[in-house]
């Protein structure tokens, strides 16, 4: 029974050195780097905001009327095409008609009371002027010819009052243009006592539109005058609209603790297929540079993990806020570079390098062990080995 429990004490002890020289040699992968690469090119470098509008006219006028009345007729409806001064609905005419005659009739009167005011005038200056009337009565008469003739001036302004009054019934078009809505019916009673009730809505040129939208406080600063807008409308989705930014509104909107600016946007619509009350979204490129040298902003942000080089792979680095890395033979190469805007995505390239050159931006190791990978790909591990002068690891 003691030699058998040798035997597989010796036997379990022989496994679990097996086990342990596998677990050390076999179960290692060989390691696999991939470097990527990219060209350095020209390209455009953008930076945009986004926000949501409305698109109206550059010009709408309301129309309205400055009396009461019935509409007795209508001479345009929703899409008519109008020009200025053409009639486009009258009011009833009887009140107002009626109005103007009772003026003209006052006015008579008060003129034929000044003719006979002015003759006695006439007719005392001269007693007066004899001595045979007393200058009480020769002022009687000079005060109530006075009156008469404010009493005509009086009537003359009612006159003419009641004649704007009876061409106010008559309504036209102020603008050359379309009528967007309309607002009444006829036989319709409009009241004008304390504001001028709307009967239309005419835009003066739907081929000229505008864009009004809501940027956000967080943007609004770098919004200005003359940047380039594109926009698309739910109408026509596979459409891009291009305008133009023409106004900053300085005026701030509150709404839900979000506050906002307006800025106006021009909409060239020779199409047509623009329509007043659409929502845009709108995209504003408040910075754009084209046709500059480009790389990656992660070329940039590349750095050789000497984790992963071969013993005969060596680094040339240098001094330098910005650099970007090449890869020639078993060389990583730093290049000093200068660099310009940058959209997070693409940053221009000053100086430095030239067009065409290919610069690493990452690298990838397979092979290996799910920890040496995570290693070899994060920058902030630690590295395994001492980095001798030329970047190499010393393996020992």
Request: net charge negative; hydrophobic share 35%.
């Amino acid at each position: 029974m003691k030699g058998n429990k040798k035997l597989w004490i010796a036997v379990g002890a022989v496994v679990a050195v097996a086990l342990i020289l596998w677990l050390i040699f076999g179960g290692k992968k060989e390691e696999k780097v991939t470097f990527e690469t990219e060209k350095v090119e020209m390209g455009n470098i953008q930076t945009s905001i986004t926000a949501t509008g409305t698109i109206e006219p550059v010009t709408s006028v309301t129309v309205g009327t400055q009396v009461s009345g019935i509409v007795s007729k209508l001479y345009v409806d929703y899409n008519s095409v109008v020009k200025k001064g053409q009639v486009i609905a009258e009011l009833d005419k009887t009140n107002l008609t009626s109005e103007l005659n009772a003026a003209r009739a006052n006015l008579n009167s008060a003129q034929s009371s000044l003719n006979y005011q002015q003759a006695n005038y006439n007719r005392y200056k001269t007693l007066y002027d004899k001595g045979l009337v007393s200058a009480n009565d020769f002022e009687s008469a000079r005060l109530s010819y006075q009156q008469a003739k404010e009493q005509v001036a009086t009537a003359r302004e009612s006159v003419a009052k009641a004649q704007t009054n009876l061409g106010y019934a008559t309504i036209t078009s102020p603008i050359d243009g379309v009528v967007l809505s309309k607002a009444v019916e006829e036989g319709q009673t409009v009241a004008s006592s304390f504001s001028t009730p709307e009967l239309f809505v005419i835009a003066q040129d739907l081929t000229d539109m505008r864009v009004i939208a809501d940027i956000d406080e967080a943007d609004i600063g770098g919004v200005k005058e003359g940047q380039r807008v594109t926009f698309t409308v739910d109408a026509f989705p596979d459409d891009t609209f291009e305008g133009t930014v023409t106004q900053v509104r300085q005026e701030a909107t509150t709404s839900s603790n979000v506050v906002t600016y307006e800025v106006v946007i021009s909409a060239p619509n020779s199409d047509l297929k623009l329509k007043p009350g659409l929502t845009a979204n709108v995209t504003i490129f408040t910075m754009e540079k084209n046709n500059v040298l480009t790389v990656s902003s992660k070329a940039l942000r590349f750095t050789p993990n000497a984790a992963i080089l071969d013993k005969n792979q060596t680094i040339e680095d240098c001094e330098g806020d910005h650099k970007l890395w090449t890869k020639e033979g078993n060389t990583f190469k730093a290049h000093k570079v200068e660099i310009g805007t940058t959209n997070g995505v693409l940053t221009e390239i000053v100086s430095g390098i030239s067009k065409g050159t290919e610069v690493l931006n990452e690298f990838s190791v397979s092979g290996g062990s799910t920890e040496q990978e995570e290693q070899a790909s994060n920058p902030f591990m630690p590295r395994p080995g001492n980095k001798n002068k030329n970047g190499n690891n010393s393996k020992k």
